[in-house]
């Protein structure tokens, strides 16, 4: 499975592919974890990195190319048992450091979700058992920071479809997109874990999408029968997914996270006392502030205006200098600006 590739600034590309099984005689579990190098200084050779895993399952891998001619490969693992089958939940993040130059692996490191991480994401009574973290939280954003260290944005994301309906090879189908909240993990330069903290919040928006069904007859005798049946998806209903997510934002060695939130949120940054926004038309614009400790600053509207024009967090584009490029709308309203920081 090719889980990553990227292109670093010597227009070098990179490949991550991963794929493990178990071995049943053994009892154990392996893992093929590689990274392919394509340079352009070699005329694009392929170059094998092997990455050496052992006693962990890999579950996904999202890399960065950084400043200094590395690049750095950072995931979801799980632990694994001792029959060599791996557990489902997350058990932490790994980072891994790549020597662009000599295709070379220099550090290792496997980070554990800690305690106080760990009661925000799946409760206290679950946390002093040793639980770990349920598997529905993706990558979001990978952030180099100046120190050479990166920030790691990885946020709930589900989606629940619910039944199809329509009129001969016509379907509409509903779609509830999750959007959960924030682990966000700093690392130090060395691929350790320097803090970690969540942002809170929860984010709901429907839309239905509208496809068509290609249904096929297959073989046919006595009771028993065999058909085949596509839906295609070709046009999207309704607006919403764009509203949910958020924008990092990295300058100055300063770290803010910009959401959407329900107006009754303001001030709360305890995840148990979230309330979920389910209208994004009378959200408003929260800002949650880092320090150099991970510690959260929340930072909303001091009044909140009616028929205010709301930011799409999943659309923006950074120009650099701390000036990003917004998208906003209200119903039929579509605006782009500048925000500063």
């Not at 662009?100 to 980070?111: G, L, V």
């Not at 946020?155 to 959007?179: D, F, K, N």
């Not at 959260?296 to 205006?305: A, H, S, W």
């Amino acid at each position: 499975m090719i889980s990553d590739f990227a292109v670093n600034h010597n227009e070098d590309v990179f490949l991550v592919i991963n794929e493990s099984y178990r071995d049943s005689k053994k009892k154990e579990k392996i893992e093929r974890f590689e990274m392919h190098c394509f340079k352009r200084a070699n005329n694009y050779t392929k170059e094998v990195v092997n990455i050496d895993i052992k006693g962990k399952e890999i579950i996904n891998c999202t890399m960065i190319p950084t400043v200094k001619n590395t690049v750095k490969l950072v995931g979801f693992y799980s632990s694994v048992r001792k029959s060599g089958r791996a557990n489902r939940e997350l058990k932490g993040v790994y980072n891994i450091t790549v020597d662009a130059s000599t295709s070379t692996t220099s550090t290792i490191k496997f980070n554990e979700f800690d305690y106080e991480t760990k009661v925000k994401l799946i409760g206290e009574r679950r946390a002093k058992k040793g639980k770990d973290v349920k598997p529905l939280y993706n990558i979001h954003t990978i952030i180099e920071r100046n120190d050479g260290g990166l920030i790691v944005l990885s946020e709930y994301q589900e989606a629940v479809y619910g039944r199809s309906s329509g009129i001969g090879p016509l379907a509409l189908t509903s779609i509830v997109y999750v959007r959960n909240e924030i682990i966000v993990t700093a690392f130090k330069p060395d691929g350790s874990l320097d803090w970690s903290n969540v942002v809170p919040k929860e984010q709901k928006a429907a839309t239905s999408t509208l496809s068509v069904n290609v249904f096929a007859g297959g073989y046919s005798g006595g009771n028993f029968g065999v058909g085949i049946g596509v839906g295609i998806p070709f046009a999207q209903m309704g607006k919403g997914p764009e509203y949910l997510g958020a924008i990092p934002m990295y300058n100055n060695g300063e770290f803010n996270i910009l959401i959407n939130d329900h107006v009754k949120n303001r001030g709360i940054v305890d995840i148990e006392e979230i309330r979920s926004m389910g209208n994004y038309n009378k959200a408003i614009p929260s800002m949650f502030m880092f320090d150099d400790n991970g510690s959260i600053t929340r930072k909303d509207p001091e009044q909140v205006k009616k028929k205010q024009l709301v930011i799409r967090p999943g659309v923006y584009y950074k120009k650099g200098d701390g000036e990003y490029i917004i998208y906003s709308s209200r119903r039929s309203k579509d605006r782009l600006g500048r925000m500063q920081l």
